[in-house]
C-alpha cells in the first residue's frame, strides 16, 4: 500500500467504525406512561375511553388547590388530553374535579341516568356526578359532609353537535364508567370505602 492513501485508510475506517457505533447505540429511551392519571384516580384505560375520535396519546394536567376554611377544602381537578398529529399543543377532551360539596347528594339534572347500583350520582352525555361514599369528605381533610367527582365535557357548537362521535347510550355508559372508577378508587385510596 502506497503511504500517500494511508491517511485517508485511517480516516474511513474510524468513520466506518463510528458509524456501526452509533447504529448499535441505543436510542433514548422514553419513561412509561403513567398507568393512573388524575390524582390516582383513573386508569389509562379508562381515561381512554372518551374519544374524540382524532386519536393521540392519552395525558393528564392535574391540579389541586388548598382552600380557606369559606372555600373548599378539597379541591383537585385534572383535564384528560390528546396529543395532535399536526402540532405540539394537546387538545382537551374532558375535565374531572374532585370538590367538597354541601348539596344534597340527591339532586339529579333533568334527562339524567342514575350511576348504577352502590353508587350515587348521575350521568349525561356531556356531564356525569359521583359522590363518595360517607366519611370520605372527613378523611380528605373537608368539613363539608360530601366529596363529589365531576365529569365535564367541553361544549360543542354548531357542526360539531350533530357530528356526535357516539350515539347517547354510549356517551352516557363511557361518562359512567369514569366517574364511577374515580370515585371507587379515591374511596379506596381514603380508606373510606363501602
Same mark, same amino acid.
Given at each position: 500500500?502506497?503511504?500517500?492513501?494511508?491517511?485517508?485508510?485511517? =480516516?474511513?475506517?474510524?468513520?466506518?467504525?463510528?458509524?456501526?457505533?452509533?447504529?448499535?447505540? +441505543?436510542? %433514548?429511551?422514553? +419513561?412509561?406512561? !403513567?398507568?393512573?392519571?388524575?390524582?390516582?384516580?383513573?386508569?389509562?384505560?379508562?381515561? #381512554?375511553?372518551?374519544?374524540?375520535?382524532?386519536?393521540?396519546?392519552?395525558?393528564? #394536567? %392535574?391540579?389541586?388547590?388548598?382552600?380557606?376554611?369559606?372555600? *373548599?377544602?378539597?379541591?383537585? !381537578?385534572?383535564? &384528560?388530553?390528546?396529543?395532535?398529529?399536526?402540532?405540539?399543543?394537546?387538545?382537551? &377532551? *374532558?375535565?374531572?374535579?374532585?370538590?367538597?360539596?354541601?348539596?344534597? +347528594?340527591?339532586?339529579?339534572?333533568?334527562?339524567?341516568? +342514575?350511576?348504577?347500583?352502590?353508587?350515587?350520582?348521575? =350521568?349525561?352525555?356531556?356531564? !356525569? %356526578?359521583?359522590?363518595?361514599?360517607?366519611?370520605?369528605?372527613?378523611?380528605?381533610?373537608?368539613?363539608?359532609?360530601?366529596?363529589?367527582?365531576?365529569?365535564?365535557?367541553?361544549?360543542?357548537?354548531?357542526? %360539531?353537535?350533530?357530528?356526535?362521535?357516539?350515539?347517547?347510550?354510549?356517551? &352516557?355508559?363511557?361518562? !359512567?364508567? =369514569? =366517574?364511577? #372508577?374515580?370515585?371507587?378508587?379515591?374511596?379506596?385510596? *381514603?380508606?373510606?370505602?363501602?
Amino acid at each position: 500500500m502506497d503511504k500517500k492513501w494511508l491517511p485517508l485508510t485511517v =480516516v474511513l475506517g474510524v468513520a466506518g467504525v463510528a458509524a456501526v457505533t452509533a447504529s448499535l447505540w +441505543p436510542d %433514548e429511551e422514553k +419513561p412509561p406512561l !403513567a398507568q393512573t392519571l388524575c390524582h390516582g384516580a383513573l386508569s389509562r384505560q379508562t381515561a #381512554e375511553l372518551i374519544d374524540d375520535g382524532k386519536g393521540g396519546e392519552v395525558s393528564a #394536567e %392535574e391540579w389541586e388547590s388548598k382552600g380557606q376554611s369559606a372555600d *373548599y377544602a378539597v379541591f383537585k !381537578a385534572c383535564s &384528560i388530553l390528546r396529543a395532535n398529529a399536526d402540532n405540539d399543543y394537546p387538545r382537551g &377532551i *374532558y375535565k374531572l374535579v374532585i370538590e367538597d360539596n354541601r348539596n344534597d +347528594p340527591g339532586y339529579k339534572p333533568k334527562d339524567s341516568v +342514575p350511576l348504577g347500583p352502590g353508587f350515587t350520582g348521575w =350521568v349525561l352525555p356531556d356531564k !356525569a %356526578e359521583a359522590n363518595l361514599p360517607a366519611g370520605c369528605a372527613a378523611r380528605m381533610g373537608s368539613t363539608a359532609p360530601y366529596i363529589t367527582v365531576t365529569l365535564l365535557k367541553p361544549s360543542k357548537k354548531g357542526e %360539531e353537535e350533530e357530528k356526535d362521535l357516539v350515539d347517547r347510550d354510549t356517551a &352516557i355508559r363511557n361518562n !359512567a364508567a =369514569v =366517574v364511577r #372508577e374515580a370515585a371507587t378508587k379515591l374511596a379506596k385510596k *381514603y380508606g373510606c370505602g363501602a
